[in-house]
């Protein structure tokens, strides 16, 4: 349907009537798109353009001032139900998308989508900028003080190699000098 007909029963839309055609145009299921179909598919409509069959999903579907929209389609053994995904939907898809909205209109933001494309205002754009450049801070300081870590440990790993090699080295000193200047050493 165009968007006139879709806005008018059932709201407006996320993709505009050429997108929502394109999409239909790639589904393998679909032989051919109607553009501008009526709300309400007729017999007379489905004969003229040989549809063998609607697919829906089974939930009446009232609009237009009638209780089911697809109930004369189903009634000639011409409907096919489908099952809906429960998550997937329009509703749903932008429910999320306006919960997490702050975070998609500030990866846009970096992406090089502008303020204004985005219609998001002066004061959020600098906003979302200095998140932004927050979180990215807090990567390199996540980053120095992991290389940090890794120094600090090669260095008492040296440290306790140095400290180990000291006390053997101690030890044959202070046992070659016993040895020869000891009570029976050779001196």
Not at 13 to 24: C, D, F, P
Not at 53 to 63: L, N, Q, R, T
Request: hydrophobic share 30%; glycine share 4%.
């Amino acid at each position: 349907c165009s968007d006139e007909l879709t806005h008018k029963y059932k709201g407006f839309t996320v993709m505009t009537e050429h997108e929502r055609y394109e999409a239909l145009r790639h589904c393998r299921y679909v032989d051919e798109v109607l553009r501008d179909a009526p709300w309400t598919l007729t017999p007379e409509f489905l004969e003229k353009h040989k549809i063998d069959f609607v697919a829906h999903d089974d939930i009446p579907y009232s609009s237009a001032g009638t209780e089911d929209v697809y109930k004369h389609i189903k009634e000639a053994g011409m409907f096919v139900p489908t099952q809906r995904t429960e998550g997937i939907s329009t509703s749903d898809i932008i429910t999320r998308i306006v919960r997490d909205y702050d975070v998609y209109a500030r990866r846009n933001l970096q992406r090089g989508y502008t303020a204004k494309e985005l219609n998001v205002s002066y004061i959020n754009e600098k906003k979302y900028r200095l998140q932004n450049q927050v979180d990215r801070m807090k990567e390199k300081v996540r980053t120095v003080e992991e290389k940090s870590k890794h120094f600090v440990y090669r260095v008492e790993e040296k440290s306790h190699d140095l400290i180990q090699k000291w006390e053997e080295k101690s030890r044959e000193f202070i046992g070659n000098f016993l040895e020869l200047f000891g009570p029976d050493g050779t001196w």
